[in-house]
């Protein structure tokens, strides 16, 4: 039986001890090879058309073009690759914006090296992962929003998630809706994320059942 090909990593973070610390621990990791390494944003977009990796690890704030801007020119040219935010920063002003760019996943650098790896399997699995505290601020902002009135929770939703719901509320799975709407996994799994948080549930059944006790699902 052959072996499952290595998922391939590249690191962009402008702290070359970072990037030395990085690579030493993801390569003593099965299933992973760091392919490159990267130490500004520039560098990032040089180094993926060269290596075309299936995992970018992308520091936020950098000289010259920062993390945001690089995940955003990153994902224009290799829409399939999974970047995930390792950063230090929490500030709305960069989290939401980089997540908006397409970052799949959102870790922080206190994260246990155990935790950055199943970051990337889960990445290769087409898996996000959100840092708890990432997806409480998410969720907490969501919420606030939909205090301003007594308007239901599920007028906070755009055109294109009361879609995404509504497929899911079918029953349907990612790829489904990605095939029925035509657009990528990717942006389902980000529109199924604001749709939780939104709607403040848990999971996609209490979604489903939601959307079926709010009249949503026809």
């Known amino acids: ?5 290595a998922i391939k990593v590249l690191l962009v973070d402008d702290h070359e001890m970072v990037r030395i610390g990085l ?11 760091v392919v490159g390494e990267a130490g500004s944003g520039e560098e990032g977009i040089r180094l993926a058309q060269e290596y075309n ?12 073009m920062d993390g945001i801007e690089t995940t955003r020119q ?9 970047v995930i935010v390792l950063t ?3 500030d709305d002003e960069k989290m939401y914006p980089v997540i908006e760019a397409g970052a799949f996943s959102y870790l922080l650098k206190t994260s246990r090296a155990s935790e950055v ?22 969720m907490n902002r969501f919420r606030t929003n939909a205090k301003g009135g007594d308007a239901p929770a599920y007028k906070e ?8 719901l509504k497929l899911l509320a079918q029953g349907k799975s990612n790829q489904d809706i990605a095939d029925q709407l035509i657009i990528g996994i990717k942006t389902v799994k980000f529109h199924v ?13 209490q979604a489903a059942i939601y959307a079926y006790k709010n009249g949503l699902a026809e």
């Open 23 to 33: 690579a030493a621990v993801l390569g003593t990791e099965d299933g992973i090879e």
């Open 1 to 5: 039986m052959e072996e499952a090909e």
């Open 193 to 205: 994320t604001n749709i939780l948080a939104k709607l403040g549930v848990e999971d996609r059944t």
């Open 74 to 82: 990153l994902l224009k040219l290799y829409p399939d690759c999974k």
């Open 53 to 64: 990796p299936d995992v970018v690890l992308m520091d936020l704030v950098m000289d010259g």
């Open 117 to 138: 790896a199943d970051a990337i399997r889960a990445a290769a699995r087409g898996q996000s992962v959100l840092e708890s505290q990432v997806a409480s601020k998410m």
């Open 88 to 90: 230090s920063y929490l």
């Open 157 to 164: 939703l755009t055109e294109r998630e009361m879609e995404v």
